[in-house]
């Protein structure tokens, strides 16, 4: 047995008690297993009794279900344990540290909760009589108002769901734009290897063709190489800023500058802005629209949490081409403003993303964050955001390879690669060991031009104490993967199931409980 640097010192399976079934319940202490509800409940037991219908007859004239609908029941208290089991498996941003990269997973802080909780925000109906829902559209409207003064642009849609959702808002408008130009024969989007994967396939949707821009040894897009590639069928660049390598676009106004020369546009995926904001302002930079994650940089829920909202900021160039509806102050009232108006300045807008005006409940706690941060505290979150990203970046640079090192201080997120494990093991092998850890995995194999990346975002939220304790397990980890510690191929040990086929998963997914032979003759 060999004790390295680190203390680390492998155990044998068998020390672990992680053997199948090695308790009569399968639980492991405060770890309990948990069935499908399929398969420990059924309508017999459930909670509610049903009266008898007093409807006279049937009105479905012969075309009532005659078998068992299939649905469980189970009563009250056996729902809310099994939920509550099942929420006890997963990793949350109010367990512990979440080191994805890419994603800004960040504390939402519960004013923001309790903000949105209102009843004249989380009631309102999206077809209410405006003067009910002045409130709401205030919030609305003082929210754009901040979007476009920190990010320094002209206008901003609030409508679009999503980061994915806006980069689409944005490309459409400049299609739009294009279009009234008479210059619709401009299909190409340059979109540099650095960028976010989004921004391809967005792209490609609008029915543009996509070319890739080469990055720098240094990470950043080859600016020689995407100005000699403009010309008259370019529509424009999407660029990542900061870029997916954790790098700042340092040249990005002069890459403007030569887009618009040339006749193009310039998107910015501005998903990581939660670096920037409060110290650069990306219409400064010449950009033409930027999308904005709410549920990154303004700490609205994420994933499972919450639904996504992804604002998208105009230039003055492209604001007559935004999306439908905006809200509009006129006086001391706010109006929606939902159809187009030959009259108006909005006539060549590309029409409208989504059915109503976007989401309600994330624009009452992006305005709060706003509001209870200030400018100073803004800006204080991408200075700690970056701080705390640099610290995991140099403490950890030793262990692990950090290709972008060289290329100055890092943004947001420190980006490592797999250079250097042991023959046969790989990124992998460390994601699935910081489970055990008690971990959700950095973001693995992302970006694409570095080699088993691992891209690690520790956001500003984390003290320095939770940085230590996360960089001192990913040491062990990546120490024993040096080392070529064969239990590491096994991990994850501790959790509620241990290592899976992920590609047989994600090729055959099996989405439908069919009950086995037995159990559906039981039913019977
Ligand atoms: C998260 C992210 C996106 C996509 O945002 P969604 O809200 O998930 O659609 C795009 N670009 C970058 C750089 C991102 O980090």
Known sequence: MTINQSGW?????????????????????????????????DDQTTGVDFAAGDVAGSRLGGLSRKDPIGLPGLSEPETVRHYTRLSRQNYAIDLGLFPLGSCTMKHNPRLNEKMARLPGFADVHPLQPIDTVQGALAVIHQLAHWLVTLTGMHSVAMSPKAGAHGELCGILAIKAALAKRGEGHRKVILVPESAHGTNPATAAFAGFSVEDI?????????????????????????????NTCGLFERDLKAISDAVHAAGGYVYCDGANFNAIVGRVRPGDLGVDAMHINLHKTFSTPHGGGGPGSGPVVFSEALTPFAPLPFVERDGDQFRLVEEENAEEHHADSFGRMVAFHGQMGMFTRALTYILSHGADGLRQVAEDAVLNANYVLRRLEDTLDAPFAGSGPCMHEAIFSDRGLAPGFSTIDIAKALIDEGYHPMTMYFPLVVHGAMLVEPTETESKAALDQFIGALRSVAERAKAGDAALKTAPHFAPRARLDETLAARKPVLVWKPTAAEAQAAE
């Open 9 to 41: 010192k492998p155990t044998a399976p068998a020390d672990r008690g992680d053997a199948a079934g090695a308790t009569f319940t399968g639980n492991k202490a405060l770890m309990l297993e948990e069935p499908l509800i399929f398969e420990i409940g």
């Open 214 to 242: 080469p990055a720098t040894a240094e990470g950043r897009v080859d600016t020689a190489a995407l100005t000699a590639r403009l010309g008259p069928d370019v529509a424009g660049v999407m660029i990542t800023n900061p």
